[in-house]
């Protein structure tokens, strides 16, 4: 189905209507955290699991799974590659699957996951549970690969067109692509997603549009939980118009009035922009989705392959700089997992970021480690004062509520810090994660409490125990053929963005095998064809 189509209503309707717990498998944290808050605004019993809980709260979530009569339980893929949690798993009345971004168990998918190919042994332990594979961004060889890698006995495959007839897709060219981005946003009101690249520039991007008084905010991965948290709200809220953002941004957002979505920069793959494109106009209403191009793009896009595929010498010195760095020896290291800042690595080792990122996403598709840039410890709190001063501070109402909270939740936060689950706290109080962390800050500041906000670091676990530097290698599947296939979808992508002839809608559809539909009528192709007739 189309982004923004529904795909969650068609696990969400029926795991209602079934006795049982539906097994959610999900990418990325903050969708994961997304669709468990809208289950619990109406009165659904939800949970996830993810990397960086601790094993008291994953054990609790298990325990209220078990116990607790909740309907959705939402998982990240790499956890499923704990024999032992997959056992804690078989003890659950599982009665359906789901598999959210499906195409990331294909590795000719664009973006391939190693963790999801443990999906299927899922299935072998629930083997009366259906099992549902959502996607809207799959080739129709990506198709048949999730359906062989998830184990269907037969093809079945429940397809809805991607059309979105609402949306305009535009290619301009421009050499100053700010000034152009600053001309459509004054000529199209309403909401905006403007995509670039790379994480200083979205700071600088919104700087500029603030100058020219369009409000704008910024967001990519490396900012801290909190302050991705609200910015994102605030965006959603209305309280900035326009929010600048790398790839990071976007994915299980339900914002519904988003009239343009702008690229500064060409995505890598068609599937890419397809779906952050899509983002646009999911009140149906008209929207505009541009693709920024000129004369420096196609040089960029060149650099892209030695960046995202470098030379197998690097590839090796990388693993070998990491041992290094961790201190761990050959033939020592399985099962140990370390935090790994990526820019810290890079800089003590004169490293490019770039490309050790690769090199790492390398590593692990061959098996040799894990790599997760998405792990997140939990908040901890201590209070500072007793009881009785605490009562006395001079506190909002809202305060007094979050410390009553904590109080009867955390037993021991007077006498050291306390991992604390803010999202029940929050949804106790009915308050955002937002909200609740500015509050906490603000208690902090006041010294009344110690706060340490969520963070986020890098993690590298050994899958297998450490190799000689002269042993390491990333066989053909893992590195010829997907360096190939990443190619060809670089120029795709580069096809789509300098060609004028063919509508961009049947383009677009046609790659994802609709070689049926019409011209769209609304794309810069087809509106200057109706000029010149």
Known sequence: MPTGGGKSLCFQVPALAKDGLCLVVSPLIALMRDQVENLRTRDIKAAAIFTGLTLEETHAVLDNCRFGDYKFLYLSPERLESAEFRRQLNTLPVSMIAVDEAHCISQWGYDFRPSYLRIAEIRELFPEAPVLALTATATPDVIDDIQERLLFKEKNVLRRSFQRENLSYVVRHADNKLAELIHILRSVAGSSIVYVRNRQKTKEVAQI?????????????????????????????????????????????????????????????????????????????????????????????????????????????????????????????????????????????????LPTYSALQLLAQAGLIAWTDEQESRPRLMMLTTKEELYHSDLTQQQESIINSLFRRYTGIFAEPQYIDDELVSNELGISLSELSEQLVMLARRRLLLYIPRSHTPYLTYTREREVTERVYIPDSVYEQRRKLYVEKLQAMEEYATQTQFCRSQLLLAYFGETDAPPCGECDVCKSKMRNA
């Open 209 to 353: 549009l603030d100058q020219e008084g369009i409000s704008a905010t910024h967001f990519h991965a490396g900012l801290k939980t909190t302050d991705k948290q609200l910015k994102q709200d605030s965006w959603k809220q209305g309280k900035y118009r326009v929010i600048v953002a790398t790839n990071a941004f976007g994915m299980g957002i339900d914002k519904p009035d988003v009239r343009t979505v702008i690229h500064l920069d060409l995505p890598d793959t068609i599937e890419a922009y397809f779906q952050e494109a899509g983002r646009a106009g999911r009140d149906g209403k008209r929207a505009y989705c541009v693709l920024l191009v000129n004369d420096q793009d196609k040089q960029k896009l060149h650099k892209r392959v030695s960046d995202t595929y470098p030379d197998q010498e690097f590839i090796a010195k990388v693993y070998q700089d990491a041992a290094d760095w961790l201190e761990v020896g050959a033939g020592s290291g399985l099962g140990h997992s370390f935090q790994f800042p990526l820019d810290e690595f890079c800089r003590d080792r004169h490293l490019p970021m």
